[in-house]
C-alpha cells in the first residue's frame, strides 16, 4: 500500500541527527536490525543519566527531525502515508496500521516512528476502553470513540450477535453521531480499536468480558460449539468438535466433568448436554415434572411424557417410574398432580 520504503526513509531522517540523538531514536523505537525497543530506564543506565533526561533528548531529537531538511525533502512520502491511513478509515488501532501496511516485522517499529514524527498524524494512548490507535482527523476519532462506547452500553451482557447485524448496529451509532457511508470494511477496522467490544473465534460479537466472547477455557468452547449445533450433543462429541472447530485438542472426560460444573449446561440423557438458553430446565426426571405441573397444572400420563421428551431423551418407562414418586398424586380423573 505505502510507494516507498519506510527503512530508507527512516534512516534518511536519523542521519542528519548527533550520534546519541539517533541511538536513543533508535533504540526507543527498535530501529535496529533486532527491531528490539528499549524503556528508558535501560537507556539511562547506559549512558548514566536519569530517564527523564533521556526522555528530554528523544522529544528533543523528534523535534530536530521534524526541523530538519530531509523532512521537508520528504512530503511526498508523509502524503502517502497520509493517505493510506485515510483510506483505510482515518483513525485506526496501531496494531491495525501495522497488519495492513506491511507483512514485513522490522518495517513495523519504523512506521511507528514515521507516525509519532509526521506532523499529519496524532495518537491517543491506550485506556480501559481502547487501544493505542492513531488518527488524521480529530472531530472523526471523537465521533467514533463516541459511538464505540454507545454500541458498547446498548449490548446484552452476554448476547452474541453474528457479524454483519453487528455492523449494521454500529452503522446506526455512528450515524447518530453524524459519521454516514462508511464500508463494512472500515467499520470492521473501527471496531477493533474498542477494548470492549470483541470477536469470538466463531466471528460474533458482543462485550469483551463475556466468557461467550472472551474465551478462556474448555467450558467455553463447549458453549460455542453446542450453539452452533444448535441441538444437543454427546459430551465426546462435543470433544470433538472443539478439535475440529477451534483446533485445541480435549480430552472427552475432561470436557464432560466441565459441562458438568457449568450452569450453562442441562444434562438431558446419558452423556447429552444441551444449553440451559434452550429453555432446558436443569435437575433429574422428576424435577423436570414437577415444573411441568407447577407450569400447566394435572396432566395425563401421556401429556407428561410426551412434555418430558421434549426436554429429556429418556425412554417412557423411566417417566412413567417417576410418576410414583411421593412428590406427585394421581387424581380421581386420572391425572397426575402435584402432592400438597
Known amino acids: ?75 511526498v512520502h508523509w502524503e502517502d502515508l497520509k ?26 517499529n519504523m512506521i511507528v516512528f514515521l507516525l509519532t514524527v509526521g506532523h499529519q498524524f496524532d495518537d491517543r494512548r491506550e485506556s480501559n476502553d481502547f487501544k493505542s490507535r492513531w488518527h488524521i482527523d480529530e472531530q472523526l476519532a471523537e465521533q467514533v470513540e463516541t459511538s464505540l462506547s454507545n454500541l458498547y452500553e446498548s449490548l446484552e451482557p452476554n448476547k452474541l450477535t453474528p457479524e454483519e447485524e453487528f455492523i449494521e448496529l454500529f452503522a446506526r451509532h455512528l450515524k447518530q453521531a453524524g459519521v454516514k457511508n462508511r464500508t463494512p470494511d472500515v467499520l470492521g477496522r473501527w471496531l477493533l480499536i474498542s477494548k470492549r467490544v470483541g470477536r469470538n473465534p466463531l466471528g460474533e460479537w458482543g462485550r469483551m468480558e463475556s466468557p461467550h466472547v472472551r474465551i478462556k477455557n474448555t467450558r467455553d468452547f463447549a458453549y460455542l460449539t453446542l450453539k452452533r449445533h444448535g441441538s444437543p450433543m454427546h459430551f465426546t462429541e462435543v470433544a470433538k468438535s472443539i478439535e475440529k472447530l477451534f483446533g485445541r485438542k480435549t480430552h472427552p472426560a475432561t470436557t464432560h466433568n466441565e459441562l458438568i460444573k457449568d450452569n450453562r449446561f ?24 414437577k415444573g411441568i405441573l407447577q407450569r400447566e397444572g394435572p396432566l395425563t400420563r401421556d401429556e407428561i411424557i410426551e412434555r418430558v421428551k421434549r426436554e429429556r431423551y429418556v425412554k417412557d418407562a423411566t417417566i412413567a417410574v417417576n410418576l410414583q414418586n411421593n412428590m406427585f398424586v394421581r387424581t380421581p380423573d386420572g391425572k397426575y398432580a402435584l402432592s400438597k
Request: hydrophobic share 35%.
Open 83 to 108: 493517505t493510506a491511513i485515510a483510506s483505510l478509515g482515518g483513525i485506526l488501532a496501531e496494531e491495525t496500521i501495522l497488519q495492513e501496511l506491511t507483512k514485513n516485522d522490522p518495517d513495523r
Open 266 to 289: 442441562v444434562l438431558v440423557g446419558r452423556g447429552l448436554y444441551a444449553l440451559k438458553e434452550w429453555g432446558y430446565e436443569p435437575g433429574v426426571v422428576r424435577d423436570v415434572v
Open 1 to 75: 500500500m505505502l510507494s516507498f520504503s519506510p527503512k530508507s526513509v527512516t534512516k534518511d531522517l536519523l542521519a542528519g541527527l548527533p550520534e546519541r540523538s539517533r541511538r536513543v531514536l533508535t533504540d526507543r523505537f527498535g530501529l535496529s536490525g533486532k527491531g528490539e525497543r528499549r524503556t528508558l530506564d535501560a537507556i539511562g543506565q547506559e549512558y548514566g543519566i536519569t530517564r527523564e533526561r533521556i526522555r528530554q533528548i528523544e522529544n528533543h531529537s523528534i523535534s530536530s527531525v521534524r526541523d530538519s531538511d530531509a523532512y521537508a525533502t520528504l512530503t
